[in-house]
């Protein structure tokens, strides 16, 4: 049987209302208050899964 590496990518959503001068500006105090443990994104945020398989290629060491 071959061997493949499998990334699994979860993803979480939420949307929160910020006052801001300008989109640019919004999203710095967003990612800002994330950074701040300010908003939290659990499993009630879960939004959906991807699945991407890579065929492991065999090292020269591992063919000998």
Do not use: C
């Amino acid at each position: 049987m071959a061997k493949y590496d499998v990334t699994i990518t979860e993803t979480l959503q939420t949307t929160v209302e910020i006052e801001a001068r300008d989109r640019f500006h919004a999203e710095q105090l967003a990612s800002d208050n994330w950074r701040n443990s300010e908003y939290i994104l659990d499993a009630d945020h879960f939004q959906g899964v991807s699945f991407e398989a890579r065929f492991q290629q065999k090292s020269r060491d591992q063919e000998r």
